[in-house]
C-alpha cells in the first residue's frame, strides 16, 4: 500500500497568513493527488484534484502543486473559516489511502 | 443538484450487524464510483473501498474484508453498507461518496455507527 504522511500535524496560524501543508507518498502517485477540508462534524470537502485543479467552487485562495512523491497545499491567505483539519489522498492506485490530516488551528 | 443522502445513526450491540445505505440523486447513478470512508472517533479517514456502480463489483482495503459488504440496489440509486459481527472498534462515523481517480467530489452527510453492549 501507498503511505501518505503530512507535515505538520498541527499549525497554529493569524487570520491572513499565507499556509503550507505538504504531502509525501512512499511511492510515486504521479498526479493522483487530492486535498480535502474538513470542520468538525461535517463531511469533508473536495478542494483540490489531481494535484492542482481547483474544485468548482472552492476559493481561489486555495492552490495545489507538486507531482510524483512531493505535494503541497498552499492557503495565500488564511480566512476564519479556513480553521479546519486537512487530508490529502492519493487516487492513483488502490487503496486509496488518506494522510493522517494537518489541524489548522487559531493563534 | 447532486446529492448523497445516507441513514441515521444506529446503536448496536457486540456481535449483531447494521446496513448503511446512502441514496445518490441529481446525477445518474451509474456513471460514478461509490466510495466508503471510516472516521473513528477523533481519529482521520481512513478509505475502506469503493463498489463499482455499473456492474456491482466491489473492491475493499485490507482490514475492510469478510465482515465488511458493499452492494447496490440501482432501482433507488442507492448503494448500502453491511457490518457483520459488529465489535467496538466499528464504532466511528461512515461516510459514503462519489468519485473515481480526480477525488470523491460529493459524500454523504455520514452515519454514526455506536457499537456498545
Known amino acids: 500500500d501507498i503511505q501518505m504522511t503530512q507535515s505538520p500535524s498541527s499549525l497554529s496560524a493569524s487570520v491572513g497568513d499565507r499556509v503550507t501543508i505538504t504531502c509525501r507518498a512512499s511511492?510515486?502517485?504521479?498526479?493522483?493527488l487530492n486535498w480535502y477540508q474538513q470542520r468538525p462534524g461535517k463531511a469533508p470537502n473536495l478542494l483540490i484534484y489531481?494535484?492542482?485543479s481547483l474544485q468548482s467552487g472552492v476559493p481561489s485562495r486555495f492552490s495545489g502543486s507538486g507531482s510524483g512523491t512531493d505535494f503541497t497545499l498552499t492557503i495565500s491567505s488564511l480566512q476564519p473559516e479556513d480553521f479546519a483539519t486537512y487530508y490529502c489522498?492519493?487516487?492513483?492506485?488502490?487503496?486509496?489511502?488518506f494522510g493522517q490530516g494537518t489541524k489548522v488551528e487559531i493563534k | 443538484q447532486v446529492q448523497l443522502v445516507q441513514s441515521g445513526s444506529e446503536l448496536k450491540k457486540p456481535g449483531a450487524s447494521v446496513k448503511v445505505s446512502c441514496k445518490a440523486s441529481?446525477?445518474?447513478?451509474?456513471?460514478?464510483?461509490l466510495n466508503w470512508v471510516r472516521q473513528a472517533p477523533g481519529q482521520g479517514l481512513e478509505w475502506m473501498g469503493w463498489?463499482?456502480?455499473?456492474?456491482?463489483?466491489?473492491t475493499y482495503a485490507q482490514g475492510f474484508t469478510g465482515r465488511f459488504v458493499f452492494s447496490l440496489d440501482t432501482s433507488v440509486s442507492t448503494a448500502y453498507l453491511q457490518i457483520r459481527s459488529l465489535e467496538a472498534e466499528d464504532t466511528a462515523v461512515y461516510y459514503c461518496?462519489?468519485?473515481?481517480?480526480?477525488?470523491?467530489?460529493?459524500w454523504g452527510q455520514g452515519t454514526l455507527v455506536a457499537v456498545s453492549s
Open positions: 489522498q492519493q487516487s492513483y492506485t488502490t487503496p486509496r489511502t
Open positions: 511511492q510515486s502517485v504521479s498526479g493522483y
Open positions: 461518496a462519489r468519485g473515481e481517480t480526480s477525488g470523491c467530489d460529493y
Open positions: 441529481g446525477y445518474t447513478f451509474t456513471s460514478y464510483a
Open positions: 489531481t494535484a492542482s
Open positions: 463498489i463499482n456502480t455499473n456492474t456491482g463489483n466491489p
